[in-house]
Nanobody, 119 residues
Framework: QVQLVESGGGLVQPGGSLRLSCAASGTIFSIANLGWYRQAPGKQRELVAGITSGSRTNYADSVKGRFTISRDNAKKMVYLQMNSLKPEDTAVYYC?????????????WGQGTQVTVSS
C-alpha cells in the first residue's frame, strides 16, 4: 500500500514560481514511476511531468523549459518545480505512483493540491 500527500500549492502571480512536494509512504518507492498530473475545471486530467525509477523524465509540451520534476528516493519525495507560471497552469495538481510487482500493476494517487495563477 502507498499513500501520497501533496503540498506546496497556492496562489501565485503570473511569472511566479511554486514548488510542489509529494510525500510517499511504503517500501516500494524506489521502484515506482512517478508523475505529476493536473486537472483544470471542465477539462480532463493530463500528465504534466513524469520520472521513472531510473530518473528519466518527460514533460508535457506546455510546460517544457518551465517545470522540473525530481525525486529523492531516500526521503520518499517527488517534487515539481514550476517557474514562469501562467494563468493556464491553474489546476488541481495530483501526484501519481505506479509500480509493477509479480505481473500486477499498482496505481496510487494523492488527494491533490490547488495551484492558482492570477494577478
Amino acid at each position: 500500500q502507498v499513500q501520497l500527500v501533496e503540498s506546496g500549492g497556492g496562489l501565485v502571480q503570473p511569472g511566479g514560481s511554486l514548488r510542489l512536494s509529494c510525500a510517499a509512504s511504503g517500501t516500494i518507492f524506489s521502484i515506482a514511476n512517478l508523475g505529476w498530473y493536473r486537472q483544470a475545471p471542465g477539462k480532463q486530467r493530463e500528465l504534466v511531468a513524469g520520472i521513472t525509477s531510473g530518473s528519466r523524465t518527460n514533460y508535457a509540451d506546455s510546460v517544457k523549459g518551465r517545470f522540473t520534476i525530481s525525486r529523492d528516493n531516500a526521503k520518499k519525495m517527488v517534487y515539481l518545480q514550476m517557474n514562469s507560471l501562467k494563468p493556464e497552469d491553474t489546476a488541481v495538481y495530483y501526484c501519481n505512483a505506479i509500480y509493477y510487482l509479480n505481473h500486477d500493476k499498482y496505481d496510487y494517487w494523492g488527494q491533490g493540491t490547488q495551484v492558482t495563477v492570477s494577478s
